[in-house]
């Protein structure tokens, strides 16, 4: 072992015998050995040096063995300390103890095997706290290292539900632009006929029709420009789960391809939950456009039905969407959730729609479960902790 790396005996005492005596008793130790017969030495040498063990008279008559303890334990904790001590009373004890020393031996020094025996134990004490002080570093390290690594997920997780919501956005663009191209269309003949119109009241009531049409195409453009803004933008707040509910029947409704299936509803009311409203309409939204998509497989000309409903019971906020389409196989319900999974042609989905209800809903402390019918049906329940 190196001189540097060897463990360090501050030994005090202003008897030369007794320091003769501990001499002998450590020289053959692997340690590095300062003999000091002065306190205020002994302060330098702990100020100066760094001191594992000191092995201290109490009664020095410069400076006291409980000073130097206290000394070395404000410059390292882990620094031991044994106590010399004439006076074996269990105030000296007490004392001692009070301080944070390891131990004491009495004087006159009749068992030396004792003292290195004390030592020892000392030594053994100081490198279980200095392994205990490496493992807290390395678990405070580790455990930075994990949130470090959770954040980066959570972040990761926030970018693939807005891809997925984005690429939902194309299915519905369709009958967006359908949509708005009605009112726009209206808008264009009405400005026309205002123009070449001499009767003014008339052409007042073709503005109040213009503004009408005018105030359709921003309702449009304010449900779509919400569903589509970054989730992680918006704070934690108290949703009312029937409004959300609705937001999204209204933005899958506008898409053209389901406007063959009928949607009904039956929504409790005062429900609530602690979420972002958009993460939770984007879950209503993937399951209604879902379950309007197969509800048209299976009812291509009509009759295809698609049912919402929520309420409260157990302590749980529930609420189901279901449909009276094909159903799914059930050695297929296992993978639904699963990320990419998608039984559509290439190019008609993601296989993220599920997987990304699936995050949301778990992310709020909710559960999500589905029940299938090969050839009558789906229904999926959610869970979700009540919210008084």
């Known amino acids: 072992m190196s001189e540097a790396r060897r463990k360090h005996l501050l030994v005090v005492d202003d008897e030369p015998v007794i ?24 302060l330098r040498v702990i100020a100066e040096d760094h001191v594992d063990l000191l092995l201290t008279d109490k009664n020095l008559p410069d400076v006291g063995g409980m000073e130097l303890l206290r000394a070395a334990k404000q410059k390292d904790a882990l620094t031991e300390v044994v106590i010399i001590t004439g006076y074996g009373s269990l105030e000296t ?35 279980i706290a200095l392994e205990n002080r490496r493992l807290i570093a390395e678990l405070q390290k580790k455990n930075a290292e994990l949130e470090e690594a959770l954040e980066e997920t959570r972040g990761l997780q926030a970018e693939l539900i807005q891809s997925e919501k984005l690429a939902g956005i194309g299915t519905l663009a369709a009958g967006i632009a359908h949509e708005i191209s ?36 921003r309702d449009i453009v304010v449900e779509l420009s919400s569903y589509s803004r970054v989730a992680t933008s918006e704070y934690l707040t108290t949703v009312e789960l029937s409004r959300v509910v609705l937001d999204a029947l209204r933005l899958v409704e506008r898409s053209a391809p389901v406007s063959d299936v009928r949607f009904e509803t039956d929504l409790g009311a005062g429900l609530y939950l602690n979420a972002r409203t958009n993460e939770i309409q984007q879950v209503f939204v993937n399951l209604v456009k879902n379950a309007a998509e197969a509800v048209l497989e299976r009812h291509p000309t009509g009759g295809g039905v698609v049912r919402i409903a929520s309420g409260y019971g157990d302590g749980w906020t529930w609420a189901t969407v279901s449909d009276n389409g094909p159903g799914i ?55 979700f902790p009540v919210e008084r």
């Open 19 to 42: 320091l003769q005596i501990l001499k002998a008793v450590f020289e053959e130790e692997p340690y590095r050995l300062t003999l000091l017969s002065s306190g205020r030495d002994a």
């Open 182 to 217: 009605s009112p726009l269309f209206g808008i264009m003949g009405l400005a026309e006929a205002i123009a070449d119109e001499q009767d003014l009241a008339l052409a007042q009531g073709y503005a109040r029709d213009v503004v009408e049409y005018c105030r359709t195409i």
């Open 93 to 127: 004890a007490l004392t001692a103890l009070e301080f944070d020393a390891f131990d004491y031996v009495l004087k006159p020094l009749n068992n030396v095997f004792d003292i290195r025996k004390k030592v020892r134990q000392a030594f053994q004490k100081q490198e």
């Open 329 to 383: 196989p059930e050695d297929k319900r296992r993978l639904i959730f699963d990320p990419f999974y998608t039984t559509k042609p290439p190019g008609k989905g993601t296989g993220l729609g599920l997987n990304i209800v699936y995050r949301i809903v778990t992310k709020y402390r909710g559960s999500i479960q589905v029940q299938s019918v090969l050839g009558e049906g789906t229904t999926f329940e959610l869970r």
